[in-house]
């Protein structure tokens, strides 16, 4: 069938059957943040074949975003990012639907955001950001994967609600958010960015084995994987009392 033919790569031998990929076709996606990793993700769940991708991000491309930021054009400078990234997937294919939104998350106005998206890719850049991100994919049952990178390093997880621990059950959220500038080198986020859409896919196909209560972590100066396990912390103040009650 002709709408298959884009994807002849991903059913040939050891690939996924005809159905997985209507799955892809059918699913939506939404990418938090147009930056680092959501450059990649992006470019990856488009590749794969992802029907429906959502972008959020309030920033405008500047001249510093250029030693990582692969989805934008320098002659894009002061454009918003999400307008750049739609410009990209279009480009790249114009069967895939994109929506935006151009406004800053906070915890006031996320509900519209997230309502029609069942999975949510943690690609910001602050840890502040990451685990409001985190509370409220909790709150409202929604399956998060989380990404971040820090130097040589990165890390990725999957977190479900109600059936996995959530991102402070594997790392403990910090009392106080530091105003820290860590550097983000674009192979280290290339990698991390990656296997977010390798888990995006397995969610969505069923196909292979998720980062569940698993921590992947990335050392790109030893090229150096290692999983660790976590549990569901039962005094979690995010995942183990959602309410807040
Ligand atoms: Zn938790």
């Known amino acids: 069938m002709r709408k298959f033919k884009k994807y002849q790569k991903n059913l040939a031998k050891e690939g996924i059957t005809q159905e997985q990929q209507e799955k892809l076709f059918n699913a939506k996606v939404l990418v938090m943040g147009a930056g680092s990793l959501g450059s990649n993700v992006i ?30 054009k320098y002659k894009n400078i002061g454009r918003a990012k999400v307008m750049s990234a739609k410009d990209w997937i279009q480009e790249f294919n114009p069967d895939i639907k994109v929506e935006l939104d151009k406004t800053k998350l906070h ?6 955001t997230i309502e029609n998206y069942d999975i949510i890719v943690d690609c910001f850049d602050t840890n502040e950001a990451k685990y ?20 040589f390093r990165g890390q990725v ?18 009392r106080f958010f530091k105003d820290e500038e860590f550097a983000v080198l674009s192979p280290v986020a290339s990698v991390i960015s990656s296997l977010q859409a390798q888990e995006v896919f397995k969610l969505i196909t069923g196909e ?38």
């Open 107 to 112: 915890e006031l106005n996320y509900f519209n």
């Open 208 to 245: 292979g084995e998720l980062l569940l209560n698993k921590i992947q972590v990335f050392d790109g100066l030893k090229s150096e994987f290692k999983i660790l396990n976590f549990a569901k912390n039962a005094l979690c103040e995010t995942c183990s009392n959602p309410l807040g009650f």
């Open 43 to 72: 470019m990856n769940l488009a590749a794969l074949g992802v029907g429906q991708i959502k972008i959020i991000d309030g920033e405008i491309i500047q001249e510093t975003d250029f030693n990582r930021q692969l989805i934008h």
């Open 157 to 174: 997880t999957t977190i479900i609600p109600n059936r996995t621990g959530c991102l402070s059950c594997a790392i403990q959220k910090p």
């Open 132 to 151: 409001m991100l985190n509370e409220i994919a909790i709150r409202h049952n929604k399956i998060l994967v989380h990404g971040g990178v820090r130097g």
